[in-house]
């Protein structure tokens, strides 16, 4: 077995049975806390969390650590969202105060989106405990990493409390990002899908040097958590990740639609009640497009025709056609692929509306910055088939396996 720098702390050896726990799985923080936090014990503490950092109990993570006698929390910082949850998204958030604790709050999606010296002064240890949804394009992993380079920086431990990938730990699509689209929507060269857990990733980042100076990094492990395991089988609660990630189908519909949506060319349900696991517009025919996209036979994916009527966003208020995506057989089903088949069908069903022909230019390059490239638009656009960019799309995805099974933490 490979010896890392980074501590990982094994959860067979600290974590003990919590009394009325009907979770199969212990996170990072429950842990942690059986452990009575000594990871943390004599330290300061900044800690980089949001609503889906919480035990067993639903109690806040902050909450947990400014309450426990032995721990000195003395900053929270905020990703996109909010430390409480409390902004939209793409909202730019400012310091503050947190109104319950009375700790300052640094954002780090605002003016800044790296921690400055200025913020981490008189701080020991960060902790990030951050629900992630196992998509490079979600921006929790891009805040993990720049958070671990001010780590690193600044002299400073970092301790990741690890959280299930709800997309498991098997799935791997999509090609690495490419240099000139590194974003905070693809800050890492990783695939879209990239099967690891946020400790796993942070593991990998810092002994793959992805993230120029490697940080003193501990990780957590939760206890019983396997890669095959799909969310519902954790038996933990589900906090929304972000306002349009209400539902753990939410994160595995995520990777279905959210490159598409990013062009603002189809209702992809963000405005709607099944946010991600749809495609609709004012020009489709339902019938005709859910027809044409069975008739594919995706592995594990069917689709059910439907009309809707948006509340905001894309066709708001419009009498909209399309189809619900349905994952049959999750194990089976290719997400990522879903969107480009929808692509292919538009374009074979209303060649005038085909998606490069007639979505924003605007929009192009983050299109691009999610997929990790230029060469998935420029090489579709030619004549809008999926089968152009199959090979691209797949072409780091071994490559990417055999490297990350280095730093599994689970079987």
């Not at 077995?1 to 501590?7: A, G, H, R, V």
């Not at 799985?25 to 806390?33: D, P, R």
């Not at 589900?238 to 949506?261: F, R, T």
């Amino acid at each position: 077995m490979k010896l890392f720098n980074s501590i990982i702390i094994s959860a067979i050896l600290l974590a003990l049975p919590v009394a009325g726990s009907s979770q199969n799985i212990k996170t990072g923080l429950e842990v942690l806390k059986a452990s009575n936090f000594k990871a943390l014990e004599g330290k300061r503490v900044g800690l980089i969390t949001n609503p889906t950092g919480f035990d067993n109990n639903l109690k806040s993570t902050i909450d947990v650590l400014h309450e426990a006698k032995n721990v000195e929390l003395v900053a929270l910082f905020g990703p996109e969202h909010g430390v409480r949850g409390d902004v939209h998204a793409g909202d730019k958030i400012e310091n503050m105060t947190d109104a319950k604790t009375g700790l300052p709050v640094f954002s780090l999606y605002g003016k800044t989106r790296k921690a400055t010296p200025e913020m981490l002064k008189g701080i020991d240890v960060l902790v990030y405990d951050i629900q992630d949804i196992g998509s490079r394009s979600f921006t929790y992993i891009s805040t993990m990493g720049l958070a671990m380079e001010a780590a690193a920086e600044n002299n400073i431990e970092f301790v990741v409390l690890d959280r299930p990938n709800p997309l498991g730990g098997e799935k791997i699509e999509g090609n690495l990002t490419e240099d000139g689209f590194i974003s905070f929507v693809s800050q890492f060269k990783i695939p879209y899908i990239y099967g690891l857990t946020c400790g796993e990733l942070a593991v990998m980042l810092n002994e793959e040097n992805m993230l120029g100076k490697k940080c003193k990094l501990t990780v957590v492990q939760m206890e019983g958590w396997k890669r095959d395991m799909t969310f519902e089988e954790t038996g933990l609660q589900w906090v929304p990740s972000s306002p349009h990630i209400p539902q753990p189908i939410s994160a595995i519909a995520y990777p279905i639609s959210g490159i598409l949506g990013e062009l603002g060319y189809m209702s992809i349900g963000v405005g709607y009640t099944i946010p991600f696991q749809m495609f609709a517009a004012e020009w489709v025919e339902a019938e005709k497009l859910a027809e044409r996209l069975n008739s594919y036979n995706l592995p594990g994916i069917a689709f059910r025709p439907m009309h809707l009527k948006p509340f905001y966003a894309v066709g708001v208020g419009k009498n909209l056609q399309g189809v619900q995506v349905h994952v049959m057989n999750y194990k089976k089903a290719a997400l990522s692929d879903v969107q480009f088949w929808v692509m292919q069908a538009v374009a074979e069903l209303w060649p005038e509306k085909a998606v490069f022909a007639n979505a924003n230019e605007g929009r192009y390059r983050m299109f691009d910055q999610v997929s990790g490239s230029d060469q998935i638009r420029i090489k579709f656009s030619q004549r809008h088939k999926f089968e152009d960019i199959k090979n691209y799309w797949y072409k780091d995805v071994e490559s990417f396996r055999k490297l990350s099974k280095r730093y599994y933490l689970y079987k």
